[in-house]
């Protein structure tokens, strides 16, 4: 069975600092892995997604994952941080069609 | 054009309305999704359907009814809601294969009173 599991409910940084979203999945098969944002009562956004081939991937807005197979993690990262940044992040593994599993989220603060 | 797109954005309905809501995609996507999201919650898996036909239904109740009327048409009828039934109501569509993307459209904020 897959399942995601997104390490901090809440990440708060500064503006101009570095960013980094915690996210681990369980799979059986190799599996996609993808992160979304959310801004307030919006739709999702997709920042970027792993489907085995690199395992550095490199998204929307400044932002990348590495998958490490090893350590079953996807962590999201971004070197500066905007304040447009700030908004709801959610991790999604899919190892069977039209199936997305969804982590909790994690909100994104930004401090001026 | 990656956009999927819902109509209305927002609706409040009393529990005795019928009320419908309506998703749009002109990508080519077989499959089509309903989710619904409530407050600092991920999205809930409600319907998929493939090919136009009901695929996975996660044990919604009957006062939500899906119709796919053609493959680039999802809408999701409503009937005899609950407050709790007021949520962000999501629509999403993709390839359907094992490893493409979902695209979301912006949502139905919807409010049951």
């Known amino acids: 069975a897959q399942s995601v599991t997104q390490l901090d409910s809440h990440v708060s940084v500064s503006e101009g600092t570095p960013v980094l979203l915690r996210c681990n999945y369980s799979?059986?098969?190799?599996?996609?892995l993808f992160w979304y944002v959310q801004h307030p009562n919006k739709g999702l956004q997709l920042l970027l997604k792993?489907?085995?081939?690199?395992?550095l991937v490199k998204g929307i807005n400044g932002f990348e994952a590495e998958f490490k197979k090893s350590e079953t993690s996807f962590h999201l990262t971004k070197p500066s941080a905007h304040m447009s940044d700030a908004a709801e992040y959610f991790c999604?593994?899919?190892?069977?069609?039209?199936?997305?599993?969804f982590g909790t989220g994690t909100r994104l603060k930004v401090l001026a | 054009d990656t956009e999927v797109t819902q109509t209305p954005k927002h609706l409040v309905m009393g529990m005795t309305n019928k009320k419908s809501l309506k998703c749009e995609q002109h990508m080519g996507h077989r499959a089509m999704y309903w989710y619904k999201q409530k407050a600092k919650k991920p999205p809930e898996l409600m319907f998929v359907y493939s090919y136009e036909k009901l695929s996975i239904n996660e044990s919604v109740p009957s006062r939500f009814s899906p119709e796919c009327p053609n493959s680039s048409l999802l809408n999701l009828h409503l009937h005899a809601l609950q407050p709790e039934d007021s949520a962000l109501y999501l629509c999403a569509s993709s390839q359907g294969g094992e490893d493409t993307e979902a695209f979301f459209g912006q949502g139905t904020r919807l409010t049951v009173v």
């Open positions: 799979s059986s098969y190799s599996p996609s």
């Open positions: 999604v593994v899919s190892d069977q069609a039209y199936k997305y599993i």
């Open positions: 792993y489907t085995s081939a690199a395992t």
